[in-house]
Antibody, heavy 125, light 106 residues
Framework: QVQLQQWGAGLLKPSETLSLTCAVY????????WSWIRQPPGKGLEWIGE???????NYNPSLKSRVTISLDTSKNQFSLKLTSVTAADTAVYYC???????????????????WGQGTTVTVSS | SSELTQDPAVSVALGQTVRITCQGDSLRSYYASWYQQKPGQAPVLVIYGKNNRPSGIPDRFSGSSSGNTASLTITGAQAEDEADYYCNSRDGNHVVFGGGTKLTVL
């Protein structure tokens, strides 16, 4: 059974860089999308971006200028960097495994079936 | 970019049936996936694809879709179903989430 274990700094000052890592246990990167999602206090889920097994990335347009997601297949890990953080970046950050499927062309589905435990990141001076 | 719209809050009497809806243009080509999130916990996938439940999800959870609207139905809601529910799909190269629906079981 695949499990995701994430870690990273939980307290940052404004303008610093957020850095989180997610390790994949019990499975491989092939055939999946590996995402980062965040949830500000009391609010909903926001997709940050994703990386596929080949290293191809997609980012939320609202965060694209500050986000980098990378992959280390030798360690079975993927990482998130978010630069120039502000208080608005305070949130619980999750990593997740995404699956793209075809029901019957042209109908598809996409789901995130495995999630990390979440990391609380607070940005405060 | 595409958005998914959910009602902010829904309530249901214990044992009754409730439907939570999600609207968005991306749902014309993607079936919505649905997640349950309880306070302090990570989201859990409850419905994916046309109407599929991951292992361990009770069969009182079901999904359906019509046009640009997807629905999550809980038949015979239980106290433990009280949670936030989120829908999700893709819009091209991006992933989108609905704003979430808080379900209260009365």
């Amino acid at each position: 059974q695949v499990q995701l274990q994430q870690w990273g700094a939980g307290l940052l000052k404004p303008s610093e860089t957020l850095s989180l890592t997610c390790a994949v246990y019990g499975g491989s990167f092939s055939g999946y999308y590996w995402s980062w999602i965040r949830q500000p206090p009391g609010k909903g889920l926001e997709w940050i971006g994703e990386i596929n097994h080949s290293g191809g990335t997609n980012y939320n347009p609202s965060l694209k200028s500050r986000v980098t997601i990378s992959l280390d297949t030798s360690k079975n890990q993927f990482s998130l960097k978010l630069t120039s953080v502000t208080a608005a970046d305070t949130a619980v950050y999750y990593c997740a495994r995404g699956i793209f499927g075809v029901v019957i062309i042209p109908y598809y589905y996409y789901d995130m079936d495995v999630w990390g435990q979440g990391t609380t990141v607070t940005v405060s001076s | 970019s595409s958005e998914l719209t959910q009602d902010p809050a829904v309530s249901v009497a214990l044992g009754q049936t409730v439907r939570i809806t999600c609207q968005g243009d991306s749902l014309r080509s993607y079936y919505a996936s649905w997640y349950q999130q309880k306070p302090g916990q990570a989201p859990v996938l409850v419905i994916y694809g046309k109407n599929n439940r991951p292992s361990g999800i009770p069969d009182r959870f079901s999904g359906s879709s019509s046009g640009n609207t997807a629905s999550l139905t809980i038949t015979g809601a239980q106290a433990e179903d009280e949670a936030d529910y989120y829908c999700n799909s893709r819009d091209g190269n991006h992933v989108v989430f609905g704003g979430g629906t808080k379900l209260t079981v009365l």
